[in-house]
């Protein structure tokens, strides 16, 4: 299974750009990297995902290196409401149990 | 994107009664979801991938009898807590892929009493 790491926390000030970085030293070929964000007693919400370079929406940017070990979510100009718990998850669909697993997680809190 | 709906939100329920919770997928048909449970300040935990027109597959540690899962059709997915005790309150989530990407459920909170 490729484990992921994160850091448990993280804190910003608002309107300040926040990057958190997830490691997945033993990613497969075909596995993508998908972030979401989960606040109190909700479900998670998907964020972004990519399997390589840069990817960006509306919300956030996926940054994901050659060698795709690690990616950073970051997320610009962050506010009060983005104070939330976020996963990044490696796997592929079909093939089941890499996508499956939640890690830690990073609590980013954002400071007034 | 995709979304998932669950029935209930909430529950309640005494100490030895059955819970059934519904995941449903409103715009997609899903031949698998998942079901997880989070307990406080802590990650989801996977409990069982729930294909539909056959058993579940249930991950180590967690009791097939206990936690009954059916899918019975392409968008509705169904986890009954079977002689519910306090210890299985927490908060249950489903999930369900169109894809790559999973889309989760609002989950739903269960407290025994």
């Known amino acids: 299974l490729a484990k992921t790491t994160q850091p448990i926390s993280m804190d910003s000030y608002e309107g300040q750009e926040v990057n958190i970085t997830c490691s997945h030293n033993?990613?497969?070929?075909?596995?993508?990297i998908t972030w979401y964000q989960q606040f109190p007693s909700q479900g998670p919400r998907f964020i972004i995902q990519?399997?390589?370079t840069k990817v960006t929406n509306e919300v956030a940017s996926l940054f994901i290196p050659a060698d795709r070990k690690s990616s950073t979510l970051s997320l610009p100009r962050v506010s009060l409401s983005d104070t939330a718990v976020y996963y990044c998850?490696?796997?592929?669909?079909?093939?089941?149990?890499?996508?499956?697993?939640f890690g830690t997680g990073t609590r980013l809190t954002v400071i007034p | 994107g995709a979304v998932v709906s669950q029935h209930p939100s909430w529950v309640i329920c005494k100490s030895g009664t059955s819970v059934k919770i519904e995941c449903r997928s409103l715009?997609?048909?899903?031949?698998?979801m998942f079901w997880y449970r989070q307990f406080p300040k802590q990650s989801l935990m996977l409990m069982a991938t729930?294909?539909?027109?056959?058993?579940?597959?249930?991950e180590q540690g967690v009791e097939k009898d206990k936690f009954l899962i059916n899918h019975a059709s392409l968008t509705l997915s169904t986890l009954t807590v079977t002689s519910a005790h306090p210890e299985d309150s927490s908060f249950y989530i489903c999930?369900?892929?169109?894809?790559?990407?999973?889309?989760f459920g609002p989950g739903t909170r269960l407290l025994v009493l």
């Open positions: 999930s369900a892929s169109p894809s790559e990407t999973q889309y």
């Open positions: 033993n990613i497969a070929t075909n596995d993508y």
């Open positions: 990519g399997y390589k």
């Open positions: 998850l490696v796997g592929v669909r079909k093939t089941g149990a890499n996508n499956l697993f």
């Open positions: 715009d997609f048909q899903a031949t698998t």
């Open positions: 729930s294909n539909e027109g056959s058993k579940a597959t249930y």
